[in-house]
C-alpha cells in the first residue's frame, strides 16, 4: 500500500480502529458489499502489522448519515479516543465515512496530528504532520461535501418535480388508500369511514376541537400506521387538530405543509426543527385531486372556525359563563377585546387589557353584562323571528342524525369484534389439538377476541335502546313558534346561546353614550351589515340602595325638629319605603 512506510512502532503500539457507516438503513438492507468491504480493513489492518487483539470495529454509526457529527455516538468516540492519544490508525473505505462536513473533519484530523495519529484508506496512509497528506485529505473531504450537496439537492428537485405533478408518493392520513392503481381512494373500512366523517361532522355541531373529544367520549378512533397497520385508540384534542387540519381530507394534495430549517441549541448542538407553513406558502396545492370527506369549502371553514377559537388571537370559543358577548366585544376606545370579570356571580365587560398594556384611550369604559346582553339578545331575537321553525326543525333533525351515528358506530363495531372472533375461531379449529404450546395461544386470543364481541354487543345494545324517538314534526311546528321561549327556556344553556349568537353576530363594540347612563351597542352582522343599538346602564347596588332626593329633603326639613319614630310616620305616609 502506498504511504505504509509511515506507519513506526508507535503506530503499531496502539489501537487500530475500523470505522463502519452507511447513511441510511436502506444501504445497511441492500448495499451489502459496500458494507462488507468496510469490515474487510481489519485484515488490511493486520497485514500492515497490528496486532488482532489491538484492531477494534466501531459500527454503531450504521445507518446514520455523515453530514453532521450530532447524534453520531461512534464518531465521538473516535474523536474521544484520539484525544487520549489511545488510537494509533483510523482506517475508513474513504475519507466521506468519517464526515462529510469540512468543520468535523478539519477537527478529527487536527486532534489526529496533534496525537500522532494516522488516517487509512483504501488509497493510502496519510500522516497529518505532512502538510501535502493534510491538503490531500482536506481536498478529498471537500469533494465529499460538494457529492453530498449535488446529490440532495437533485433529489430534492426531483421531488419537487414530481410533487407539482401530485405523482409524488406521500403517506396517506388515515382514512385513506391505495387501489392497484395506485391512486388515493377512501379507506374500504366501513367502521373508520364513518368515525372520520363523525369527527367532522361533531366538529360543525360543536364549534371546537374539545366539543369533538367530548363528542367522542367512550368511543375509539382509527389511526393507520405506515406499514398499513390499523390500530384503535380514545380520541385526543392533538389528534383533533391533525385532521381539522389536513387538506388531504378535503381531496386536495399539498405539499410543502412543513419546513424544516437548521438551528443552534444553546449547548451549541446543531439540530434540524420543523414548523408549519401557512397555508399560502404551500409549494403544491391541487385541489380535488382524490374523493375526501368533506369539500375544500368546508375545510377552509373548519381552518377559519380553528383560528377563531385561538384564545390568544381569535374571538375565542365560546365558554359556560353567563356573559353573553364573551369573546366578540370590543372596547370602542381603543378597539381591543374586553375581558369578562364576575363579581359575586355577576359578569361584567372590562376594557382591562388596554390598561395593563398602557394603551388605555379616553373612550375605554367598563359596562355590566346586564346592561349589554339584554339588548344584543333582542335584537338577535328580532332578526331570527321569520327563520323560527326552519331552525328547530334542523336542531331535530341534527338531533336524529347524530343518534343515528352512534348506533351505526356501535353497528360497525360490533361487526368487526365478530369478525375477528370468527378468524380466531378459524385459527384454533386449524390447529392440530396435539401441539398445546400453539393451541394454548390460539385459545386464550378466542377468549380475548370473544370477550371483545361481548362488549361490542352490549355497547350496541346501550346505543339502540338509547336511541329515543323525537316529537313528531307537527309537535316540534307547534313548539317553536316563538324562539324567544327556547331562547329563555331552562334546558337551553349559556353555550348554546353563545353559539347561536356567534352564527349571525361577528362582534360587537361597546361605544359612549350620549349621558352617562346609557351606552351605545355597535353589533356587526356576518353578513356585513352594521347597526347601532342604545342601552340604559343597570344601576349598581350603591345608586340602587341611594334614597329619593324627596325623601333627603323631607329629612333635612322635619328632622331637627321631629323625633325619630314621627318621622318614621310621616315618611310611611307619604309612600316612602326604607332604601
Same mark, same amino acid.
Given at each position: 500500500?502506498?504511504?505504509?512506510?509511515?506507519?513506526?512502532?508507535?503506530?503499531?503500539?496502539?489501537?487500530? #480502529?475500523?470505522?463502519?457507516?452507511?447513511?441510511?438503513?436502506?444501504?445497511?438492507?441492500?448495499?451489502?458489499?459496500?458494507?462488507?468491504?468496510? $469490515? @474487510?480493513?481489519?485484515?488490511?489492518? *493486520?497485514?500492515?502489522?497490528?496486532?488482532?487483539?489491538?484492531?477494534?470495529?466501531?459500527?454503531?454509526?450504521?445507518?446514520?448519515?455523515?453530514?453532521?457529527?450530532?447524534?453520531? *455516538?461512534?464518531?465521538?468516540?473516535?474523536?474521544?479516543?484520539?484525544?487520549?492519544?489511545?488510537?494509533?490508525?483510523?482506517?475508513?473505505?474513504?475519507?466521506?465515512?468519517?464526515?462529510?462536513?469540512?468543520?468535523? #473533519? +478539519?477537527?478529527?484530523?487536527?486532534?489526529?496530528?496533534?496525537?500522532?495519529?494516522?488516517?487509512?484508506? *483504501?488509497? @493510502?496512509?496519510?500522516?497529518?504532520?505532512?502538510?501535502?497528506?493534510?491538503?490531500?485529505?482536506?481536498?478529498?473531504?471537500?469533494? *465529499?461535501?460538494?457529492?453530498?450537496?449535488?446529490? =440532495?439537492?437533485?433529489?430534492?428537485?426531483?421531488?419537487?418535480?414530481? &410533487?407539482?405533478?401530485?405523482? #409524488?408518493?406521500?403517506?396517506?392520513?388515515?382514512?385513506?388508500?391505495?387501489?392497484?392503481? @395506485?391512486?388515493?381512494?377512501?379507506?374500504?373500512?366501513?367502521?373508520?369511514?364513518?368515525?372520520?366523517?363523525? #369527527?367532522?361532522?361533531?366538529?360543525?355541531?360543536?364549534?371546537?376541537? $374539545?366539543?369533538?373529544?367530548?363528542?367522542?367520549?367512550?368511543?375509539?378512533?382509527?389511526?393507520?400506521?405506515?406499514?398499513?397497520?390499523?390500530?384503535?385508540?380514545?380520541?385526543?384534542?392533538?389528534?383533533?387538530?391533525?385532521?381539522?387540519?389536513?387538506?388531504? $381530507?378535503?381531496?386536495?394534495?399539498?405539499?410543502?405543509?412543513?419546513?424544516?430549517?437548521?438551528?443552534?441549541?444553546?449547548?451549541?448542538?446543531?439540530?434540524?426543527?420543523?414548523?408549519?407553513?401557512?397555508?399560502?406558502?404551500?409549494?403544491?396545492?391541487?385541489?380535488?385531486?382524490?374523493?375526501? $370527506?368533506?369539500?375544500?369549502?368546508?375545510?377552509?371553514?373548519?381552518?377559519?372556525?380553528?383560528?377563531?377559537?385561538?384564545?390568544?388571537?381569535?374571538?375565542?370559543?365560546?365558554?359556560?359563563?353567563?356573559?353573553?358577548?364573551?369573546?366578540?366585544?370590543?372596547?370602542?376606545?381603543?378597539?381591543?377585546?374586553?375581558?369578562?370579570?364576575?363579581?359575586?356571580?355577576?359578569?361584567?365587560?372590562?376594557?382591562?387589557?388596554?390598561?395593563?398594556?398602557?394603551?388605555?384611550?379616553?373612550?375605554?369604559?367598563?359596562?355590566?353584562?346586564?346592561?349589554?346582553?339584554?339588548?344584543?339578545?333582542?335584537?338577535?331575537?328580532?332578526?331570527?323571528?321569520?327563520?323560527?321553525?326552519?331552525? =328547530?326543525?334542523?336542531?331535530?333533525?341534527?338531533?336524529?342524525?347524530?343518534? +343515528?351515528?352512534?348506533?351505526?358506530? &356501535?353497528?360497525?363495531?360490533?361487526?368487526?369484534?365478530?369478525?375477528?372472533?370468527?378468524?380466531?375461531?378459524?385459527?384454533?379449529?386449524?390447529?392440530?389439538?396435539?401441539?398445546?404450546?400453539?393451541?394454548?395461544?390460539?385459545?386464550?386470543?378466542?377468549?380475548?377476541?370473544?370477550?371483545?364481541?361481548?362488549?361490542?354487543?352490549?355497547?350496541?345494545?346501550? &346505543?339502540?335502546?338509547?336511541?329515543?324517538?323525537?316529537?313528531?314534526?307537527?309537535?316540534?311546528?307547534?313548539?317553536?313558534?316563538?324562539?324567544?321561549?327556547?331562547?329563555?327556556? +331552562?334546558?337551553?344553556?349559556?353555550?348554546?346561546?353563545?353559539?347561536?349568537?356567534?352564527?349571525?353576530?361577528?362582534?360587537?363594540?361597546?361605544?359612549?353614550?350620549?349621558?352617562?347612563?346609557?351606552?351605545?351597542?355597535?353589533?356587526?352582522?356576518?353578513?356585513?351589515?352594521?347597526?347601532?343599538?342604545?342601552?340604559?346602564?343597570?344601576?349598581?347596588?350603591?345608586?340602587?340602595?341611594?334614597? &329619593?332626593?324627596?325623601?333627603?329633603?323631607?329629612?333635612?326639613?322635619?328632622?331637627?325638629?321631629?323625633?325619630?319614630?314621627?318621622?318614621?310616620?310621616?315618611?310611611?305616609?307619604?309612600?316612602?319605603?326604607?332604601?
Amino acid at each position: 500500500m502506498r504511504g505504509h512506510t509511515k506507519i513506526i512502532a508507535s503506530h503499531l503500539s496502539r489501537r487500530a #480502529l475500523i470505522y463502519v457507516r452507511q447513511s441510511t438503513l436502506a444501504q445497511v438492507r441492500n448495499n451489502t458489499e459496500s458494507t462488507a468491504r468496510q $469490515y @474487510g480493513l481489519t485484515g488490511l489492518a *493486520a497485514r500492515l502489522g497490528w496486532a488482532v487483539a489491538d484492531i477494534e470495529v466501531i459500527d454503531t454509526d450504521l445507518g446514520l448519515s455523515g453530514q453532521l457529527a450530532e447524534g453520531r *455516538a461512534g464518531f465521538k468516540e473516535v474523536v474521544g479516543r484520539v484525544c487520549l492519544g489511545e488510537v494509533g490508525a483510523i482506517f475508513g473505505l474513504e475519507v466521506s465515512r468519517l464526515a462529510r462536513s469540512s468543520a468535523d #473533519l +478539519a477537527k478529527l484530523l487536527e486532534l489526529a496530528r496533534l496525537t500522532e495519529t494516522l488516517v487509512i484508506d *483504501a488509497d @493510502g496512509v496519510y500522516d497529518l504532520a505532512d502538510i501535502n497528506d493534510r491538503m490531500l485529505l482536506g481536498l478529498k473531504n471537500q469533494m *465529499a461535501e460538494a457529492e453530498l450537496h449535488i446529490l =440532495a439537492s437533485r433529489m430534492d428537485k426531483a421531488k419537487r418535480s414530481a &410533487a407539482a405533478r401530485g405523482e #409524488l408518493r406521500l403517506q396517506l392520513a388515515t382514512g385513506f388508500a391505495r387501489d392497484d392503481g @395506485g391512486a388515493i381512494t377512501i379507506d374500504p373500512d366501513q367502521e373508520v369511514q364513518a368515525a372520520i366523517g363523525d #369527527l367532522f361532522t361533531a366538529f360543525t355541531a360543536t364549534g371546537s376541537a $374539545y366539543g369533538v373529544v367530548g363528542a367522542f367520549a367512550g368511543r375509539r378512533f382509527p389511526r393507520r400506521s405506515h406499514t398499513g397497520e390499523l390500530t384503535w385508540a380514545p380520541l385526543t384534542y392533538d389528534r383533533v387538530l391533525k385532521v381539522l387540519s389536513n387538506p388531504a $381530507y378535503a381531496g386536495a394534495y399539498v405539499f410543502g405543509r412543513r419546513r424544516s430549517r437548521r438551528m443552534v441549541t444553546a449547548d451549541a448542538r446543531i439540530t434540524r426543527r420543523s414548523s408549519a407553513v401557512p397555508r399560502a406558502e404551500w409549494e403544491t396545492t391541487l385541489i380535488g385531486q382524490h374523493p375526501g $370527506y368533506i369539500t375544500w369549502d368546508q375545510f377552509l371553514a373548519n381552518e377559519a372556525k380553528l383560528a377563531a377559537n385561538n384564545t390568544n388571537t381569535g374571538a375565542r370559543p365560546v365558554r359556560e359563563g353567563a356573559a353573553l358577548c364573551q369573546g366578540i366585544i370590543h372596547c370602542g376606545g381603543c378597539g381591543k377585546p374586553m375581558n369578562v370579570h364576575y363579581v359575586r356571580g355577576r359578569p361584567s365587560y372590562d376594557c382591562s387589557r388596554a390598561r395593563a398594556d398602557h394603551a388605555a384611550a379616553p373612550g375605554c369604559r367598563s359596562v355590566t353584562a346586564a346592561t349589554v346582553d339584554p339588548a344584543v339578545a333582542s335584537c338577535l331575537l328580532a332578526a331570527l323571528s321569520g327563520e323560527e321553525v326552519e331552525l =328547530a326543525l334542523a336542531a331535530a333533525d341534527e338531533v336524529t342524525e347524530r343518534r +343515528a351515528r352512534k348506533v351505526r358506530a &356501535a353497528e360497525l363495531a360490533a361487526e368487526r369484534a365478530r369478525y375477528q372472533a370468527g378468524r380466531a375461531e378459524r385459527a384454533l379449529l386449524a390447529c392440530e389439538p396435539e401441539n398445546r404450546l400453539v393451541a394454548r395461544t390460539l385459545e386464550a386470543r378466542l377468549e380475548a377476541k370473544l370477550q371483545e364481541l361481548a362488549e361490542a354487543k352490549a355497547a350496541l345494545t346501550t &346505543a339502540a335502546a338509547a336511541k329515543a324517538p323525537l316529537p313528531p314534526r307537527a309537535e316540534l311546528e307547534a313548539a317553536v313558534t316563538t324562539l324567544g321561549a327556547l331562547w329563555s327556556a +331552562a334546558t337551553t344553556t349559556d353555550r348554546d346561546r353563545k353559539r347561536l349568537l356567534r352564527t349571525l353576530i361577528a362582534d360587537i363594540t361597546i361605544l359612549p353614550g350620549p349621558g352617562p347612563a346609557t351606552v351605545r351597542i355597535g353589533v356587526r352582522w356576518r353578513s356585513g351589515a352594521s347597526e347601532e343599538l342604545a342601552a340604559e346602564r343597570v344601576s349598581n347596588i350603591c345608586a340602587a340602595r341611594r334614597s &329619593a332626593p324627596e325623601v333627603v329633603e323631607m329629612v333635612r326639613r322635619l328632622g331637627p325638629a321631629t323625633d325619630n319614630a314621627t318621622l318614621a310616620q310621616q315618611l310611611n305616609a307619604a309612600g316612602h319605603r326604607t332604601g
